[in-house]
């Protein structure tokens, strides 16, 4: 199993700023996908990146694959209580089946 | 529509009943998961079928019995359980194995009393 880092563990910001949440690896994968997961219900896919480099924008999200296709990141900006939610970066490798999960970053925006 | 229904969304047992999940998907994908999340831990793969042959059994104690009778259900059965095995229950599918997106259902939250 190919461990995937995410920080910082927990974000708490205003209604109107910006965060960023990070998610980073020894291990290089051949895609990442981010999720978001709200109370309550299962994780649902935002984002998936595949090309070193890669940056995917989705309204005030920008999502950014590093050019060594092991670490990830994901902006948002002007923040709003709606982004709240735990937020989880998963990668995949050509040689394996399964998905990794990151353990996620659970962010708060208050109004 | 989320694509993938759980029932039941909550359930309370004790450590001797024997009580089952049901995952049902509806987006015509080959390949099914169960996960279990626990608070602060990463998400934690059980089982995993593909064309309803089992693929993975990743040391999942025997207290846990998946079933997937065709590609569009999945099963958990459970019985004896030990109240750390208290957590929400995910399923998953996807069009196949490997690096495909996963479509995740709303959980099942199990609390073993």
Redesign the interface.
Known sequence: TQL?EQSP?FLSIQEGENLTVYCNSSSVF??L?W?RQEP??????LV?VVTGGEVKKLKRLTFQFGDARKDSSLHITAAQPGDTGLY?C?G???N????S????TTVTVRA | ETGVTQTPRHLVMGMTNKKSLKCEQHLGHNAMYWYKQSAKKPLELMFVYSLEERVENNSVPSRFSPECPNSSHLFLHLHTLQPEDSALYLCASSRGTGGYEQYFGPGTRLTVT
């Open positions: 995937l563990q051949s895609s996908q999720y309550g219900e299962g994780p649902v896919l998936t989880l998963a995949a490798s050509a394996d089946y399964k998905l999960f990151g353990a996620g």
